[in-house]
């Protein structure tokens, strides 16, 4: 069965520093990837996907993330974050199952920056 | 083009009551899904359906059910409520084309059972 694992629980950071939060799925065939993000009393909403191609991926509010195959990860970054960032991320992966894709989210992290 | 609406938004039920929580898709979205959202647990997916059948299950036991309607409209339903039902329920939509399979979330039902 396909898993999602988000190692960092919470993680915060000041203003302007970097962000990575780290992704592992696990699944050897093709998979579809998202990080989708909610902010405090909002609805969840998407961040980026990847589908194919460029593995280098831009979503909004200047994230990225970057598949790597090999290593079974998909990685959100953020060169420097705002006050605003404070929010729960999560990452999921789909798999074709029969002809549909089968969701599967990771336990999400909550991400704290501090002014 | 107007999101996914879920009702009601809060619900304060006792043990043992059970529950009927609705979602509507994004016009022209066929594929809703439902998730248990947990401090800790993060997402946990319910089930899926699709042109009212469903098509996916998650590990959740038989009190938790649902339907989908002709319209794409779906109900949740769980029966004999425990305290650890508590949780906020997320509805998805989704056009389902292919591999797009981009979700739209509801802003859920928060579910508190005393």
């Known amino acids: 069965a396909q898993s999602v694992s988000q190692h960092n629980h919470h993680v915060i950071l000041s203003e302007a520093a970097s962000l990575e939060l780290g992704c592992n799925y696990s699944?050897?065939?093709?998979?579809?990837l998202f990080w989708y993000v909610q902010y405090p009393g909002q609805h969840l909403q998407l961040l980026l996907k990847?589908?194919?191609?460029?593995?280098l991926v831009k979503g909004i509010k200047g994230f990225e993330a970057e598949f790597i195959k090999s290593k079974f990860s998909f990685n959100l970054r953020k060169p420097s974050v705002q006050w605003s960032d404070t929010a729960e991320y999560f990452c999921?992966?789909?798999?074709?199952?029969?002809?549909?894709?089968?969701?599967?989210f990771g336990t999400g992290t909550k991400l704290q920056v501090i002014p | 083009k107007a999101g996914v609406t879920q009702t009601p938004r809060y619900l304060i039920k006792t043990r043992g009551q059970q529950v009927t929580l609705s979602c509507s898709p994004i016009s022209g979205h066929r594929s809703v899904s439902w998730y248990q959202q947990t401090p800790g647990q993060g997402l946990q997916f319910l089930f899926e359906?699709?042109?009212?059948?469903?098509?996916n299950k998650g590990n959740f036991p038989g009190r938790f059910s649902g339907r989908q309607f002709s319209n794409s409209r779906s109900e949740m339903n769980v029966s004999t409520l425990e305290l650890g039902d508590s949780a906020l329920y997320l509805c998805?939509?989704?056009?389902?084309?292919?591999?797009?399979?981009?979700?739209?979330f509801g802003p859920g039902t928060r579910l508190t059972v005393t």
């Open positions: 990847y589908f194919s191609g460029d593995p």
């Open positions: 998805a939509s989704s056009f389902a084309v292919g591999s797009s399979y981009e979700q739209y």
């Open positions: 999921a992966v789909t798999t074709d199952s029969g002809g549909y894709q089968k969701v599967t």
């Open positions: 359906y699709f042109s009212e059948t469903q098509r």
């Open positions: 699944y050897g065939g093709t998979v579809n």
